[in-house]
C-alpha cells in the first residue's frame, strides 16, 4: 500500500535545523532514504521550496484570492513529503516516528486511493 509521509516544519524548527539540529536531521534524513531505497519502499522524496509558493483560495463566485505562501493561517507549513509502498499503516507510521521534525510540527501519514 502506498502512504504519503506529509512533513510539516514551523519556524522553530528551520531556525534550529539550520544550527544545532543539522547534522542529526541529515544523518536522519539519509539513513531513512538509505533504508527505504534498500528495501524497496520508497517510491519518491522531495523537500518542498519555499519560492515562488502561493496559496489560493476561490469563493463560490470564482473569484481568487492569491497569497505569497507557503503559509496557510497556521503556524505549521510542510516542509516536503515522502511517498512509499509499504506492507501497513503500522509501518508507514513507524517511519513517520522517526522524522526529526516530528518532534516539532505534526507529520501526517495517509494512505494513497481509497
Request: glycine share 6%.
Amino acid at each position: 500500500m502506498k502512504y504519503l509521509l506529509t512533513i510539516y516544519n514551523t519556524d522553530e524548527f528551520v531556525t534550529r535545523m539550520e544550527t544545532d539540529l543539522k547534522d542529526e536531521f541529515e544523518a536522519a534524513h539519509q539513513d531513512l532514504q538509505r533504508e527505504l531505497t534498500a528495501s524497496g519502499e520508497l517510491v519518491d522524496t522531495a523537500e518542498l521550496s519555499v519560492t515562488d509558493a502561493r496559496v489560493v483560495r476561490t469563493d463560490s463566485g470564482g473569484s481568487r484570492d492569491v497569497t505569497d505562501g507557503p503559509f496557510t493561517e497556521s503556524k505549521e507549513f510542510v516542509g516536503g513529503y515522502y511517498l512509499v509502498d509499504v506492507a501497513s499503516i503500522e509501518r508507514a507510521v513507524d517511519l513517520a516516528s522517526r522524522f526529526v521534525e516530528a518532534r516539532f510540527a505534526p507529520v501526517e501519514v495517509r494512505r494513497l486511493g481509497a
